[in-house]
């Protein structure tokens, strides 16, 4: 597997080849939407498609069903105010929606329980990087060749980028194990900010970017987003945390009863 097809994945990998930046990618949004009793599936997207017109290619939009963990097991008045449930029977089993009011939307536990996943993987990068010199993200280096394509090719910033030792030992721990072992393209870019600075930054990342997706759309119809690009790999980690507590800030100011939507599109 290539540089680019690590940090990239499938139609991804040909647009930056292609160097079609401005290609719009497929990205996962939040909606909020106002308080009611009870939305339909297609009554949601119908909603969320109506406010993100302008926003996003909306023709293609569909309600993310396994966004939100459910960490209760819903009851039949609770799952009747559930957007898009997929609710799992097994003791174990974790059951998920697209949406529902904010209030039965358990997002701390949603931190708490993903805290000891961080620490696991945090050791695991920490070994296989262990006596490496720190590396920077793929974003500086994407961006320069973005600010010189001529005279700092996108060849040129691949392989400054996959010559530093930190970033040689995990393409390395990549080509020698199975995929679901591997790291994901985010660990190469604001995700190897975060594992630099500790288990525990990893984990509120990692929360942020599972909770809050790559953008919000407020109750007054203002997209906020991370960053200019969506995809997570050439983001920054500054925009993210940024993102994340802002994000954070406004759902928790917001009632209880206001529903909350993840919905993937085009931008």
Known sequence: MSVLDTLYHGTLAERARQRRWDQPCRTKILACLPARAARTSTEALDEVRARLSGHADTDAAALDTAHFPLWRHPDHHTQHLLVSPRINAGRDAVSTCAGAPIGLLDLNTTAARLLPVAATSHTAWAQIV??????????????????????????????????????????????????????????????????????????????????????????????????????????????????????????????????????????
Request: charged letters at 15%; glycine letters at 6%; hydrophobic letters at 40%.
């Open 130 to 267: 262990q006596g490496a010199t720190t590396a920077a993200p793929w974003w500086p280096f994407l961006d320069r060749h973005h600010s010189e394509p001529d005279q700092y090719p996108l060849d040129a910033a691949l392989s400054d980028f996959a010559a530093q030792p930190q970033i040689a030992a995990m393409l390395r721990h990549d080509a020698d194990t199975v995929p679901a072992h591997r790291f994901d393209g985010d660990c190469y870019g604001p995700g190897l900010s975060a594992l630099h600075t500790g288990a525990a930054a990893y984990a509120d990342y990692l929360t942020g970017v599972l909770t809050y997706a790559g953008g919000l759309l407020s109750l007054d119809g203002d997209l906020l987003v991370p960053s200019w690009t969506d995809l997570l790999v050439e983001q920054s980690l500054m925009e993210r945390t940024s993102y994340h507590q802002q994000a954070r800030h406004y759902l928790t100011a917001l009632n209880p009863t206001t529903v909350i939507v993840a919905v993937t599109c085009h931008r």
